[in-house]
């Protein structure tokens, strides 16, 4: 499969070495609205430079691409690739509004090309294994969800630009918390929210009740010491984990409180962690175009995302 990247991003940098060696892609090049960041980001990794999108857009042979542009950009550059006939991995958050989303997915379906949301912790081996224990239904249903993304962006230039071009604790951290609450839930809709502190670009934090009866309750900084703790508690038990740094290969644990407070600790060793996750990713977007897989997160679960992402932006007071 040809690919271009749409966006000379630190992202796309830190992962291109180790996705060239996915044999089942051909890597088309880079583009970029930006020629310095474009020719500099092409002599580093050794692909070619190919200008500006529309370059891609235009450029038959190119069968998918991978969207690392600033959150402001996603929604253009998704349909203008959807249109052009291009399969679009678009890096998290899809689109900042819920009407994007149901759109861009109306456009995937016209136009049969996939589309697929970046959200490669999924993939990471204690993730997966949280997941597969709370849906067994071994601790009873999960009543409560409870978990805190946070890092230290710093101050400067780089913070003021992430901010204006669609980031935030909301849309760049708050998204992974948001997916964990509907993939744990199998998307039951939002029933009230609680702000539990003031919202602001860099911070927020809120309790969800949601429809089937659970409550979950997340917050998120992009100023605050590095936290990545994420809990499920069930009616039989709690399972958690501490993600440390996820783009680090890294040993990790899932620990789990029965009922009877004995504690077990799952060990993982470092296979399937740090950057192995976005090769995971990776496979599943070329499995599902070729028809092989099954989209690792459906249409569905994405717009269940932005719609969720839209109501905690919208809530200005306290309903529980």
């Known amino acids: 499969m040809k690919i271009a990247i749409l966006g000379a991003s630190a992202i796309s940098a830190k992962l291109l070495p180790t996705l060239k060696t996915l044999p089942m892609f051909e890597w088309a090049g880079i583009a970029s609205t930006n020629d310095t960041r474009g020719f500099a980001f092409s002599s580093e990794h050794k692909i070619p430079y190919l200008g500006n999108y529309q370059a891609v857009y235009d450029n038959k042979e190119i069968e998918a691409v991978y969207i690392t542009t600033s959150n402001l950009e996603h929604e253009s550059s998704i349909e203008n690739a ?66 805190t ?13 992430r901010l204006g071009s669609g980031g935030g604790a909301l849309s760049d951290l708050g998204c992974y918390l948001i997916d964990f609450i509907n993939l744990i839930s199998k998307c039951s809709p939002v029933k009230n929210i609680q702000k539990i502190e003031k919202q602001i670009p860099t911070s927020f934090g809120v309790c969800l009740q949601l429809e089937n009866g659970i409550i979950a309750e997340i ?39 029965n009922d009877e407070s004995e504690l077990t600790i799952v060990q993982f060793p470092n296979q399937g962690s740090g950057l192995d996750q976005f090769l995971s990713e990776f496979i599943n977007f070329h499995d599902s175009v070729m028809d092989k897989a099954t989209p690792f997160i459906s249409a569905n679960e994405s717009i269940s995302n932005a719609v969720m992402m839209d109501l905690i932006q919208a809530t200005k007071t306290t309903q529980l």
């Open 219 to 257: 917050r998120s900084s992009m100023d605050a010491p590095s936290i990545n703790t994420w809990e499920v508690i069930c009616e039989r038990g709690s399972l958690s984990v501490n993600r440390y740094n996820p783009h680090e290969r890294i040993e990790t644990t899932l620990q789990i409180v």
């Open 82 to 147: 959807l249109r052009s006939g291009k399969h679009v991995l678009c890096e998290k958050p899809l689109v900042l509004s819920a009407a994007a989303a149901r759109k861009l997915f109306d456009v995937s379906k016209q136009t049969k090309r996939l589309l697929l949301e970046g959200l490669m912790y999924r993939f990471h081996p204690q993730i997966q294994e949280m997941v597969k224990r709370v849906h067994s239904d071994e601790y009873g249903q999960p009543k409560r969800i409870n978990a």
């Open 149 to 161: 993304f946070s890092f230290d962006y710093g101050n400067g230039p780089h913070l003021e630009r």
